[in-house]
């Protein structure tokens, strides 16, 4: 049976969330660990594993944003998979963005936010 192969990254594999809705955004990408693989497989939704805290990670547990996983998909080499969500809630980006990737290179070199902030993070994770 091909399943990820978590001991090529000690223990944890990149995890990319994709929106299933068009245009098919990359949402974010995360690491998980198997722990946090088998509690997305149990729940349906997406749980990944946060190398700060050294902890599972429940995407929306503060913010609500939840991701129900749709379908899963695996790189060739096991060690990669990509989740494809229903991003539940205004953004995947704790920054308050629908992507985390909402910076972009101009031609100078700099980056710049290409995106609309879709909620103010001060008020989704402000009561901390």
């Given at each position: 049976?091909?399943r990820p192969d ?75 998979l990509l989740l ?14 629908l992507s985390c ?28």
């Amino acid at each position: 049976m091909f399943r990820p192969d978590f001991e090529k990254g000690s223990g944890l594999i990149r995890a990319i969330a994709q929106d299933i809705d068009p245009p098919h955004d990359v949402l974010m990408d995360a690491f998980m660990n198997e722990e946090a693989w088998l509690e997305t497989l149990r729940t349906g939704c997406a749980v990944y594993y946060s190398r700060s805290r050294k902890k599972l990670w429940r995407k929306g547990e503060e913010s609500g944003h939840v991701q129900r996983v749709r379908e899963i998909r695996i790189n060739c080499y096991g060690d990669s998979l990509l989740l494809i969500v229903e991003q539940i809630g205004d953004a995947a980006c704790h920054e308050g963005y629908l992507s985390c990737f909402h910076r972009r290179l101009r031609p100078d070199g700099e980056y710049e936010v290409a995106d609309e902030r879709v909620f103010d993070p001060k008020e989704v994770y402000g009561k901390h």
